[in-house]
């Protein structure tokens, strides 16, 4: 499977000059934050997805992407709405495409 990106908005608060993206592939969901100095970059396996919830507005949505591992959730806000939708279909398709046999990380 390919990776797909899916970038926030610049019209929305904290995307102004440096945008939060998601990437989406079969193996993780990672989210990449820059800053003037700094990258911050979190990412969760695919296998370890709890849930994903996606809280829709006027014009963007916010969602959470909740780990079974323990980890903070990941949040990104400012995208459109068909992205947060494809991003849940992604992660839903992916965790479906997994052996239900693999041995779990500890």
């Given at each position: 499977?390919?990776?797909?990106?899916?970038?926030?908005?610049?019209?929305?608060?904290?995307?102004?000059?440096?945008?939060t993206?998601?990437?989406?592939?079969?193996?993780?969901?990672?989210?990449?934050?820059r800053?003037?100095?700094t990258?911050?970059?979190?990412?969760i396996?695919?296998?370890?997805?709890?849930?994903?919830?996606?809280?829709?507005?006027?014009c963007?949505?916010?969602?959470?992407?909740?780990?079974?591992?323990?980890t903070d959730?990941?949040?990104?806000?400012?995208?459109?709405?068909?992205?947060?939708?494809r991003?849940?279909?992604?992660?839903?398709?992916?965790?479906?495409?997994?052996?239900?046999?693999?041995?779990?990380?500890?």
């Amino acid at each position: 499977m390919t990776t797909e990106v899916f970038c926030a908005s610049r019209l929305t608060q904290g995307n102004h000059l440096f945008r939060t993206c998601l990437e989406v592939s079969d193996k993780s969901v990672t989210r990449r934050k820059r800053s003037w100095l700094t990258r911050d970059e979190m990412s969760i396996s695919i296998s370890k997805v709890a849930s994903v919830h996606i809280k829709t507005g006027l014009c963007w949505s916010d969602i959470l992407i909740e780990s079974s591992g323990g980890t903070d959730p990941m949040a990104s806000h400012g995208h459109r709405k068909r992205d947060a939708l494809r991003i849940k279909q992604l992660i839903e398709e992916n965790q479906a495409a997994l052996p239900k046999d693999a041995p779990t990380e500890v």
